[in-house]
């Protein structure tokens, strides 16, 4: 009985948020965060309006660097950050995060390459090495069995050459028919050829159409060791800046994401890189960029509170509620992609 009067007393003497007029800054960074004609919007602040409106909070909204926001909420100079904030180790010591708002990851953005002939991806140049690997396996086992026949000569060449023929039209189910196993181990040899090769045949292919399909970056990014052959470009205090520094890259500094990508159009730079967020909805904007394969270092992206805020719990149920109702997906839809 004592504790629950205690506990009353303790509500009444806390004003009610709804009374409270919290504030709230924000980084500004498509889809995140933008503003026009002064007044905020993009995918952060649509859903944090979304989230105040439904626990009736009250609150203004002013912007700052990502590092003087997080060092705001730090101090609980300020109740909450929003905008494309990257959860980390390091951040989380000294703050707390809501649960996840979105997937994050490092990603680069390049110009578009200007080549006729699309470039193939490391993925394609592998499926290329096995494509010739699997005919050359193929034409061998023709030749062999086949071989001293009229239709593909015993001797190795240009026997072998009938034999690769042969088994390039057969995985691509062409056909001709101007080659026609005789012996049983031809046959079955063909009946491999059949079974195996053109379902490695149409999956290969498969990949060099995806490849030409996507327009092709002209600083292409399959893996991390690719980073280390251009110059970079990020914004910095973000994640993908403390990324680029602590892995001992050389990074040209810039203080928004507008300015890098300037510089990338100029060549001044070859890759600007940020979170995939950012980078995706840059290259959906700008029909000259794109953006690269390789993502890095995945991770997720969340609302900064003050540790121990006592708004965490109540934004982490209203978040949850907004995705089993599906107004999430509908505010993610409208500004993801």
Same mark, same amino acid.
């Given at each position: 009985? &004592?504790?629950?009067? *205690?506990?009353?007393? =303790? ?10 007029? @919290? /504030? !709230? #800054? ?85 110009? &578009?390459?200007?080549? *006729?002939?699309?470039? =193939? ?10 494509? @010739? /690997? !699997? #005919? ?202």
């Amino acid at each position: 009985m &004592k504790r629950f009067i *205690v506990a009353c007393l =303790l509500l009444a003497a806390v004003p009610s948020l709804a009374e409270t007029e @919290l /504030s !709230v #800054v924000v980084s500004e960074l498509a889809p995140c965060a933008m503003q026009r004609d002064g007044e905020w919007m993009g995918f952060s602040v649509e859903l944090w309006d979304t989230i105040a409106e439904e626990l009736d909070w009250n609150y203004d909204i002013a912007a700052q660097d990502i590092p003087t926001m997080l060092s705001q909420v730090e101090s609980k100079a300020v109740d909450v950050g929003i905008g494309c904030i990257s959860v980390n180790y390091e951040r989380e010591q000294s703050l707390d995060f809501t649960h996840p708002i979105l997937d994050g990851g490092v990603k680069a953005l390049s110009r &578009k390459s200007m080549g *006729v002939l699309p470039q =193939l991806s490391r993925e394609s140049q592998i499926m290329l090495v096995l494509l @010739l /690997s !699997v #005919v050359l396996v193929f034409a061998h086992l023709m030749w062999f069995s086949e071989r001293g026949r009229e239709t593909i000569d015993d001797r190795y060449f240009p026997g072998i050459f009938e034999a690769c023929w042969f088994s390039i039209v057969t995985m691509s189910t062409v056909g001709y028919g101007d080659v026609a196993p005789r012996r049983w181990l031809g046959r079955i040899s063909a009946m491999l050829i059949i079974l195996l090769g053109v379902t490695t045949f149409g999956i290969i292919f498969g990949q060099f159409a995806a490849d030409a399909i996507s327009p092709p970056a002209a600083n292409p990014v399959s893996s991390y060791s690719d980073l280390h052959k251009y110059r970079i470009g990020a914004k910095v205090g973000t994640y993908a800046y403390d990324y680029l520094t602590n892995s001992d890259l050389e990074v040209v500094d810039y203080e928004t994401m507008e300015a890098a990508i300037e510089d990338l159009r100029n060549r001044e730079i070859d890759l600007v890189i940020h979170d995939y967020v950012a980078v995706s909805y840059a290259a959906r904007k700008n029909g000259d960029l794109v953006e690269t394969n390789a993502m890095f270092y995945p991770h997720h992206l969340g609302f900064a509170l003050a540790q121990g805020s006592q708004l965490v719990e109540s934004i982490n149920r209203t978040l949850l509620q907004l995705r089993e109702d599906g107004r999430y997906q509908a505010i993610h839809d409208k500004w993801i992609k």
